[in-house]
Nanobody, 120 residues
Framework: QVQLVESGGGLVQPGGSLRLSCAASGSIFMINTMGWYRQAPGKQRELVASITSGGSTNYADSVKGRFTISRDNAKNTVYLQMNSLKPEDTAVYYC??????????????WGQGTQVTVSS
């Protein structure tokens, strides 16, 4: 019914950059907050960044000044530009969207995850 499809992960050297994309599709009436979470091996999933439909953003302290979240409401897509990547940024990154589906109400939806590995 609703799909969040992520792209853009991969292997990058420390100091490098990657751009993640996540497109939502399906019977979507409205998308509220969209965001990116990550989960490293042996650790809990944590919020990386989020953005409201009005464009207000929130970042984890560990990524402030390095990552930038943005969205294209016309395309139901959220992006995460990641610069100055560090080995500790290595994780599976998950897209999240709080959205309303026609006839089904509002709830969280998750993407399948995309691996980001920062290593020399």
């Amino acid at each position: 019914q609703v799909q969040l499809v992520e792209s853009g992960g991969g292997l990058v050297q420390p100091g490098g950059s990657l751009r993640l994309s996540c497109a939502a599709s399906g019977s979507i009436f409205m998308i509220n907050t969209m965001g990116w979470y990550r989960q490293a091996p042996g650790k809990q999933r944590e919020l990386v960044a989020s953005i409201t439909s009005g464009g207000s953003t929130n970042y984890a302290d560990s990524v402030k000044g390095r990552f930038t979240i943005s969205r294209d409401n016309a395309k139901n897509t959220v992006y995460l530009q990641m610069n100055s990547l560090k080995p500790e940024d290595t994780a599976v990154y998950y897209c999240n969207a709080l959205l309303t589906v026609y006839g089904s109400g509002t709830r969280d939806y998750w993407g399948q995850g995309t691996q980001v590995t920062v290593s020399s």
